[in-house]
């Protein structure tokens, strides 16, 4: 059978939205709306490890495709499913399960609403398992740095300085706290990152006193990865029990982080990059386990980009028959249950999407909120099918909206490319992974397969 991630309807697009119906033999591919097919925007480029020349444009994304066709009764279902979600009634096939998710804890909610979070680390830093309102209020107004640096020239510095003001009184009304919810293990090292922060946060505002617009973002940066340490400093060991039935896989109990080394063809003005992608384990440990594993294993070095159309960019198809990685030891496909972590659960839901748990108006803890949102690609009607295959999000929000996209509780979220992100859109089918490898967390990889095969 092959594999597909549906016709997807993107709740800003209107019922009458025409859309593509792809053709593919092999893959497990995503297929979308026709409005979806044209290029992302060109967006700020993070030169670091890429050799870059500015091209004089920006062209779009093409992508040769394999043959078995898709049928309009799955893009009807794909249809109505969207509907079901955004009027949060059961939608066509969709079980009416009644299913009440925890509520999330009053004060963190009122500290990360408003607009949807865009950014991969800030995403990555509300994602982890912890309940400390005290370092949060610290985190949210450097978050909002952001925001204020979109209004243009200095004026922006006048919103930068409440937000350095706010940040640096949170943190003295709330160090004790901070401090008491540290993990004793890591104690000494979230004291060491917390003097840092304060006296970064110093630093901050004689920046702005300074009128220094562009040294602002640099360390605003440079703060909130003190504030993502000193959050990871407060996980306490790995905060859930994996179902019995997963529990031999490869599990990834915590971050890891891995460089994917991509060697760009027939491109003068990109050669190379180097995409740091960042792997959370604490809301996907069987999804980000099976992947580390493979990394481990070389599985993905020297494969071809198998997919880049301007909405995805994929790989992780392997030459043969075999649509995913056959494990040696069972000389069959290796297979991953559906795995999603929403808001205020305590572990994540398996083998089911959120529409057919009733869960429609559920958020996501790792959402498609990000350009360069990784997930697992698996058969359309087969939700436990996921194997080697993985795509990351080309994000355009005025299309695929943050907390109303119709992959959010449908497919696995596991990680998120944190540098170089922007040069997703310029790879191309037959461009050529030449490494990934583990570059920091491989140490809270458990019962790895690869060791077992040498």
């Not at 609403?113 to 209020?137: F, Q, T, V, W």
């Not at 494969?303 to 995805?312: H, K, L, N, S, Y």
């Not at 056959?326 to 398996?350: A, C, H, Q």
């Not at 429609?360 to 996921?386: H, I, V, W």
Request: proline fraction near 6%; charged fraction near 25%; aromatic fraction near 8%.
């Amino acid at each position: 059978m092959a594999a597909t991630i549906p016709c997807h309807y993107c709740a800003s697009a209107p019922i009458t939205s025409k859309f593509f119906i792809s053709n593919n033999a092999h893959s497990k591919r995503l297929t979308y709306p026709l409005s979806l097919t044209n290029a992302p925007r060109f967006r700020g480029f993070n030169a670091a490890r890429c050799s870059y020349q500015p091209p004089p444009h920006h062209s779009q994304l093409q992508s040769k495709h394999k043959g078995s066709s898709f049928s309009l009764k799955q893009c009807a279902i794909s249809i109505a499913l969207a509907v079901g979600l955004i009027t949060g009634v059961p939608a066509l096939g969709s079980p009416a399960i009644a299913h009440t998710a925890s509520p999330v804890l009053p004060d963190l909610a009122v500290l990360i609403s408003g607009p949807p979070i865009k950014d991969p680390g800030a995403l990555l830093r509300y994602a982890l398992p912890i309940d400390n309102k005290a370092i949060r209020e610290v985190q949210k107004p450097l978050e909002d740095i952001t925001d204020s640096l979109k209004v243009a020239g200095v004026k922006a510095l006048d919103s930068v300085e409440r937000n350095v003001r706010q940040a640096s009184r949170a943190f003295k009304q709330g160090k004790t706290l901070i401090v008491s919810g540290l993990a004793e293990s890591k104690k000494e090292h979230g004291i060491e990152l917390l003097n840092k922060l304060e006296a970064g946060m110093d630093e901050l505002e004689l920046i702005v006193q300074d009128r220094n617009r562009d040294a602002v973002a640099l360390k605003q940066k440079e703060l909130l990865n003190y504030v993502g340490g000193v959050e990871e400093d407060m996980v306490d060991g790995f905060p859930y029990e994996v179902p019995e039935e997963y529990r031999n896989m490869p599990l990834l109990k915590g971050r890891a982080a891995v460089d994917m080394k991509v060697k760009v063809k027939d491109n003068p003005n990109l050669e190379e990059c180097v995409f740091h992608i960042v792997l959370d384990g604490y809301n996907a440990p069987v999804t980000a386990g099976n992947f580390v594993d493979l990394v481990e294993r070389h599985f993905y070095d020297g494969m071809e980009i198998q997919r880049a159309d301007g909405f995805v960019v994929q790989t992780g198809d392997p030459e043969g028959p075999a649509e995913g990685f056959i494990d040696p030891s069972t000389e069959k496909t290796r297979t991953v249950p559906l795995e999603i972590m929403v808001n205020g659960e305590k572990e994540p839901f398996y083998g089911a999407t959120l529409e057919e748990l009733g869960l429609y108006k559920a958020q996501t803890k790792l959402p498609f909120n990000a350009f360069g949102t990784m997930a697992m690609a698996r058969d359309e009607f087969e939700n436990n099918s996921g194997s080697s295959q993985v795509f990351w999000l080309l994000k355009e929000s005025e299309l695929t909206p943050s907390n109303a996209n119709i992959l959010d509780g449908r497919y696995a979220v596991f990680g998120y490319v944190t540098e170089n992100e922007d040069f997703l859109a310029d790879l191309k089918v037959g461009d050529v992974i030449e490494s990934m490898q583990v570059v920091s967390g491989l140490d809270n990889l458990v019962n790895p397969s690869y060791k077992i095969a040498g």
